[in-house]
């Protein structure tokens, strides 16, 4: 049996010049950031896959929760034109519309915060401007999400 390589036995990629054969074997390439033995045990975990399904998730019930919105309080509740203090008081009156609202402000601001810490993960270089606008982000995430729920379930229609 013959070892000897033929031209035909070697593969030469498309536009490129470099010729792989037997002899000659592609490089391997590593998948990025590989877990190894040195890998701390602390960073072994599925957030961001978690991370990614709960965008996927929440950004179909978001699409229900506020089309749904949307679709009741604009075209069948008569349009811009009635939504006042009154409106809101008479929705929030009811723990349905309540609860509905919480999901909707809960939802939207934990899929836009996790969005835009994948975006910090992907742009911000130095690890001190990625801790910084985390904690920047998830401090206005925070806010907002106490801030709107105290809203929700502390609204008095009988303010004067």
Request: glycine letters at 8%; zero cysteines.
């Amino acid at each position: 049996m013959s070892t000897e390589i033929t031209p035909a036995d070697a593969v030469e990629l498309t536009g490129s010049s470099v010729t792989y054969s037997p002899d000659h074997p592609a490089p391997v390439i590593e998948p990025p950031r590989a877990r190894t033995k040195r890998t701390p045990r602390s960073s072994r975990t599925n957030f961001e896959l978690y991370g990614w399904l709960f965008m996927r998730l929440s950004g179909v019930v978001l699409v229900v929760l506020v089309l749904g919105h949307l679709l009741i309080q604009l075209v069948l509740d008569g349009g811009v034109t009635k939504v006042g203090f009154a409106f809101v008081a008479g929705r929030w009156a009811s723990p349905f519309w309540q609860g509905w609202d919480l999901v909707m402000l809960w939802l939207a601001m934990l899929h836009g915060g996790n969005g835009l810490r994948t975006v910090i993960n992907d742009y911000a270089e130095r690890p001190n401007t990625r801790i910084w606008l985390k904690t920047l982000l998830f401090t206005a995430t925070a806010f907002t999400i106490v801030l709107g729920s105290l809203v929700i379930f502390t609204f008095d229609p009988n303010i004067r």
